[in-house]
C-alpha cells in the first residue's frame, strides 16, 4: 500500500493522502467522512482529529472502522477494515507540533461537528486563538485533539483493468497476527 500511495504521489494525484473513514454510531447509522492519512506504520495507519468529533465519539463507542483509498486516475484503491485507539499523547504531540501555525490554530478554534451560529462565529473563534497565542511560536496541542491508529484486521488491494476482469486481493489476519492472502473475482 505504501508503494501505491508513492506512485499516487509521484503522478501528481490530487491528495494522494485523502482517505474516508467510515463508522457506525450507537444506533447503528454508518457514516463516512475524508481525513487525511498522516502516517503508515507496521501496526496501522494514522489519523488526526479533534476527540469530540462525530468521528472520535463513534469511534469511542464501537472501534470499529473502515477506511477507503482511491486513485482513480490509477485505476487502484485500497480498502482496510480494522480497530481503531488512540495514538500516545506523545505522537499527537509530535505531529502537532509540525503542522502549520494556521492549523494549529484551527484546532484550538474549531469545535469540530457542533452546530455554528455562522461563518463569523468561527472567524471570531480563530481571531481569539490568535489573540491568545499572540508571540507564541509553540503552540501546544489541546487535551481533546490527537491520532487515530487503524490497526488493520482485513485490507483489500483493487486494480482496475480495461477488460472489467480487474484485480483484487484481499489480506486477512488471524488470531495470531498471521496475514493470508486470497485473489478475489471483480
Known sequence: MAAWLEEARRHGVVEPEAMTVSTVDEHGRPASR????RGIYD???AF???????KARALAGDPHC????GWLELHRSVRVEGVAERLPAAESDAYFAGRPRASRIGAWASPQSSVLASRDELDARVA???QRFAG???IPRPEDWGGFLVVP????????RPSRLHDRVRYERDAGGAWSRVRLAP
Do not use: I, K, N, P
Not at 34 to 37: E, I
Not at 66 to 69: C, E, S
Not at 153 to 160: A, S
Open 128 to 130: 481569539e486563538a490568535e
Open 34 to 37: 475524508y481525513v487525511l492519512l
Open 136 to 138: 507564541v511560536l509553540d
Open 43 to 45: 501496526r496501522g495507519l
Open 66 to 69: 473502515a477506511l477507503t483509498l
Open 153 to 160: 484486521e482485513r485490507v483489500e488491494l483493487w486494480q482496475g
Open 48 to 54: 488526526f482529529t479533534s476527540y469530540a468529533s462525530d
